[in-house]
């Protein structure tokens, strides 16, 4: 698949994003939050965001407030990258002028994107046609429906098909403008920008896990937060529940279960998907052996870290480290 052309270094990338009357402010927010500030602690030049609409001007959104969209889809087409982060209406059609303004900005090679239920806007320009996508989890059945030509994975929080990338729902949007940043500026600006936000650099799992289970922040004082901030320090180590409730001064029982309703999934599985996230820095920083890596951050073999960094990456450590110096 042909990837878009990395920035030179030292030269702002362009996003622009979508804005529609009625629009929820979430996701447009996260865009914002991610792009949208300057970040002169960072070495790496920043991006430069432009909020577009159909039509310029004020726009309703949802709350009872309005907001300006100072750019039309001229702008919108002509960005680096170009964020889809909602659509009114999924059973609705979407406008002629933004399926070509998408059209337009993936010919010439721009890096297009959506969030939750942008993915229609997507599929209707013809963009998501072969390629594998998610939206989010209730809308997952009608966008198959919609758009047979696409292969709808519900079970992801984002899918990265290199110049067209899709994430579930709203709070995934995160997770997938995280992953743009890292691909962008490497883990270590990514994971920076991550804990500003007060989220992980990278999430393991799926939606499923989401849909009972709300995500909550981690809290000062907190015992569970107080085991994990141990945990991270002790990654290269054997890690046991055992452990981390002895840190967190709970029994196993309680740990887990207050472990659980707080992250949404279980300390073991929590472990493992830190310590992939501590190993994507040394893989694009070193050129260590796979073997090195694996121990740097607590597995115990290269075959097991190779198991779940494929699981959580959807590649290979080498895949990933070729990928990352290619882009960076």
Do not use: K
């Amino acid at each position: 698949m042909l990837l878009p052309l990395p920035a030179p270094r030292g030269v702002r990338r362009t996003v622009s994003v979508l804005a529609f009357d009625g629009m929820a402010p979430f996701e447009l927010g996260c865009v914002v939050e991610i792009f949208g500030i300057p970040r002169p602690e960072l070495d790496a030049p920043w991006y430069e965001l432009a909020v577009c609409a159909e039509a310029p001007g004020d726009l309703r959104v949802v709350g009872g407030f309005t907001m300006r969209a100072g750019h039309g889809l001229d702008v919108l087409a002509a960005a680096d990258t170009v964020i889809v982060p909602g659509v009114p209406d999924v059973r609705g059609e979407v406008s002629p002028g933004v399926v070509a303004a998408l059209r337009t900005a993936h010919g010439r090679g721009a890096r297009v994107v959506s969030i939750c239920s942008g993915a229609f806007a997507l599929a209707a320009a013809g963009l998501l046609d072969g390629r594998e996508a998610t939206t989010h989890w209730q809308y997952a059945e009608l966008l198959q429906r919609r758009f047979p030509r696409v292969r709808v994975n519900p079970d992801v929080l984002y899918v990265d098909g290199g110049d067209v990338l899709t994430s579930a729902g709203s709070a995934a949007g995160l997770d997938l403008l995280v992953h743009l940043v890292r691909r962008d500026h490497g883990p270590g600006v990514a994971n920076t920008v991550a804990r500003r936000l007060v989220i992980p650099p990278h999430r393991d799992g799926g939606q499923a896990q989401f849909v009972q289970a709300a995500v909550t922040p981690l809290e000062d004082g907190d015992a569970v937060a107080a085991a994990m901030a141990w945990a991270l320090e002790h990654l290269a180590e054997p890690l046991t529940v055992a452990d981390l409730a002895r840190a967190a001064h709970m029994s196993q029982r309680t740990f887990i279960r207050r472990f659980g309703r707080r992250t949404g999934t279980s300390p073991l599985r929590w472990v493992i998907s830190q310590r992939v996230a501590a190993s994507l820095p040394l893989l694009e920083s070193a050129s260590a052996p796979v073997e090195e890596v694996a121990a740097a951050v607590g597995f115990d073999s290269a075959v097991t870290f190779r198991h779940h960094f494929a699981r959580a990456m959807r590649t290979s450590p080498s895949a990933y480290r070729r990928a990352f110096r290619s882009s960076v």
